[in-house]
């Protein structure tokens, strides 16, 4: 398996354009995770999918920012319009079975530069 | 308010010594605990994941120990290598009402490890 895959890699925008950053999770695999890392903020998870399904979404900063899964092979996570501060790296992340003991594949991540 | 804190914030060692990162937490009520590693530029590795239940696991050279009483968790690494230099984040996952999992990240060490 190629792992999580995640595009584009780097995307450089202006302030107030769209953005929309894709996830290929692991096959098979029925969580997938947002996160967002950040030299001030580490770490945050955004939302979370189950089997397609939005299970938590309380990491989401604002309405500026939505997700979805449309199939299990596939997710979006796009920013509407984009600022400066979301200006970060965005990973998404896959793992399969029990969400409390299972491992976490992470993507390379995407870096998103906003100007 | 749920907290993962981490110490020390950067470290130093030499080739070939041993480590110790701490993570204490004031998550509650408590689930699981993971330790990853993030080289630079790219997405976190699972290292270990551990329950209520578990107070130690290993993983090759890195070994992880839980306290659930004081809410303390350590990350021993063991003759460290070059190829350690990284960043070492630990997250705390709790249960919320609904079934799902909530985590809360630490801001991650930054161990260095010198020739």
């Known amino acids: 398996d190629a792992g999580v895959i995640q595009s584009p890699r780097h995307e450089v925008t202006e302030m107030g354009q769209e953005v929309t950053l894709r996830c290929k999770p692991i096959s098979g695999h029925d969580y997938l995770f947002w996160y967002r890392q950040t030299m001030m903020r580490g770490l945050e998870l955004l939302i979370y999918f189950n089997n397609n399904v939005p299970i938590d979404d309380s990491g989401m900063p604002e309405d500026r920012f939505s997700a979805k899964m449309p199939n299990a092979s596939f997710s979006t996570l796009k920013i509407q319009p984009s600022e400066p501060r979301d200006s970060a790296v965005y990973f998404c992340?896959?793992?399969?079975?029990?969400?409390?003991?299972?491992?976490?594949?992470f993507g390379p991540g995407t870096r998103l530069t906003v100007l | 308010k749920n907290q993962v804190e981490q110490s020390p914030q950067s470290l130093i060692i030499l080739e070939g010594k041993n480590c110790t990162l701490q993570c204490n937490y004031t998550v509650s009520p408590f689930s699981n605990l993971r330790w990853y590693k993030q080289d630079t530029g790219r997405g976190p590795v699972s290292l270990t994941i551990?329950?209520?239940?578990?107070n130690t696991k290993s993983n090759g050279r890195y070994t992880a120990t839980l306290d659930a009483d004081t809410k303390q968790s350590s990350l021993h690494i063991t003759a460290s290598q070059l190829s350690d230099s990284a960043s070492y984040i630990c997250v705390v996952g709790v249960l919320n009402s609904g079934g799902y999992q909530k985590v809360t990240f630490g801001t991650g060490t930054k161990l260095q490890v010198i020739p």
């Open positions: 992340a896959s793992s399969s079975g029990a969400e409390g003991s299972d491992t976490q594949y």
């Open positions: 551990m329950t209520f239940s578990e």
